[in-house]
């Protein structure tokens, strides 16, 4: 089993920053890659960023790029999203996923991840 957990949410008004963490403990070696994914009220959970386990290959949603930038620390067992230029949108709560499987290296979809993390709130004030 694979525990993860979310630090580094809260409030912050338009045009701020937020660093998210998310740290893995247990069985941490049969983790191949990470993602965040977030889910406002009323809304399906949906993708943000993922990466892989040497960090080679990166990916995010459109709505995100430019802006988030994630990134692991193996030696930590923590990857990180930076988040920039926030917007009110990005309000919702933030979730982390790992998964164990390396096909395909980067999975978009939520049912692709085998753990997740409790989630912590990001909320942006305009």
């Known amino acids: 089993q694979v525990q993860l957990v979310e630090s580094g949410g809260g409030l912050v008004q338009a045009g701020g920053s937020l660093r998210l963490s998310c740290a893995a403990s247990?069985?941490?070696?049969?983790?191949?890659?990470m993602g965040w994914f977030r889910q406002a009220p009323g809304e399906e959970r949906e993708f943000v960023a993922a990466?892989?386990?040497?960090?080679?290959?990166?990916a995010y949603a459109d709505s995100v790029k430019g802006r988030f930038t994630i990134s692991r620390d193996n030696a930590k067992n923590t990857v990180y999203l930076q988040m920039n230029s926030l917007k009110p949108e990005d309000t919702a709560v933030y979730y982390c996923?790992?998964?164990?499987?390396?096909?395909?290296?980067?999975?978009?979809?939520?049912?692709?991840?085998?753990?997740w993390g409790q989630g912590t709130q990001v909320t942006v004030s305009s």
């Open positions: 990466i892989t386990r040497s960090a080679g290959s990166t």
């Open positions: 996923a790992a998964r164990g499987s390396s096909f395909p290296p980067i999975m978009r979809h939520r049912h692709g991840y085998d753990y």
């Open positions: 247990g069985r941490t070696y049969s983790i191949y890659a």
